[in-house]
């Protein structure tokens, strides 16, 4: 059973970097059928897409975010990371981490599954 | 961006009742629409992927069509575990992009 857990301070200060761990059990991080991705939800919103990471090392990300968002892989330890920086009040949510299907061969993404717990990160002075 | 944009925001029915919600894409997104259903303080769980295609234990009262830009998810007679939010997604285009959600709630 593939399971995923995020880990990483839940308060953050306004211009500061935001910074959460997600450990992977059950699968691969390495696995050539999957990305590793984060997802996050206001309180009270719908979803958005943070962005994904390959086996790899590379990386798409959701470009409303991409000048202050990195995504890392750590194979030995089976985690990926997400950093974002500058953040402010509206980077308060529940971040998700997900696997997310891919075709093989190919490239395309398919759906998210499974996800996380979530975790909830607060942008607060 | 492609826009997702899902109806009703919100619904009240009743157990036994027959539910479509529906999500329609800004641009043809050929398939590429997943629903996840999320319970209060839970998890968004796949529910039907690539259109139609129902996950792993999902309750056959749950189906799913479309084509082009105009999708739907079906519940055939509504259970009491299946009041809950339901998102669509799309995977046809970076940046994926989700619905706005759909309360279901009890009347």
């Known amino acids: 059973q593939v399971q995923l857990q995020e880990s990483g301070p839940g308060l953050v200060k306004p211009s500061h970097t935001l910074s959460l761990t997600c450990t992977v059990s059950?699968?691969?991080?390495?696995?050539?059928?999957?990305?590793w991705g984060w997802i996050r939800q206001p309180a009270g919103k719908g979803l958005e897409w943070i962005g994904r990471i390959f086996a790899d090392g590379s990386t798409v990300y959701n470009p409303s975010l991409e000048s202050r968002v990195n995504i890392l892989l750590d194979t030995s330890r089976n985690q990926l990371s997400l950093r974002l920086t500058s953040v402010t009040a509206a980077d308060t949510a529940v971040y998700y981490c997900?696997?997310?299907?891919?075709?093989?061969?190919?490239?395309?993404?398919?759906?998210?599954?499974?996800w996380g717990q979530g975790t909830l990160v607060t942008v607060s002075s | 961006d492609i826009q997702m944009t899902q109806s009703p925001s919100s619904l009240s029915a009743s157990v036994g009742d027959r539910v479509t919600i529906t999500c329609r894409a800004s641009?043809?997104?050929?398939?590429?629409l997943n629903w996840y259903q999320q319970k209060p303080g839970k998890v968004p769980e796949l529910l039907i992927y690539g259109t139609s295609s129902m996950q792993t234990g999902v309750p056959s009262r749950f189906s799913g069509s479309g084509s082009g830009t105009d999708y739907t998810l079906t519940i055939s007679s509504l259970q009491p575990e299946d009041f809950a939010s339901y998102y669509c997604q799309q995977s046809y285009s970076i940046p994926y992009t989700f619905g706005q959600g759909t309360k279901l709630e009890i009347k």
């Open positions: 641009q043809n997104i050929y398939n590429y």
């Open positions: 059950g699968d691969s991080v390495s696995s050539g059928a999957y990305y």
């Open positions: 997900a696997r997310e299907r891919k075709t093989v061969p190919g490239t395309r993404s398919l759906w998210f599954d499974p």
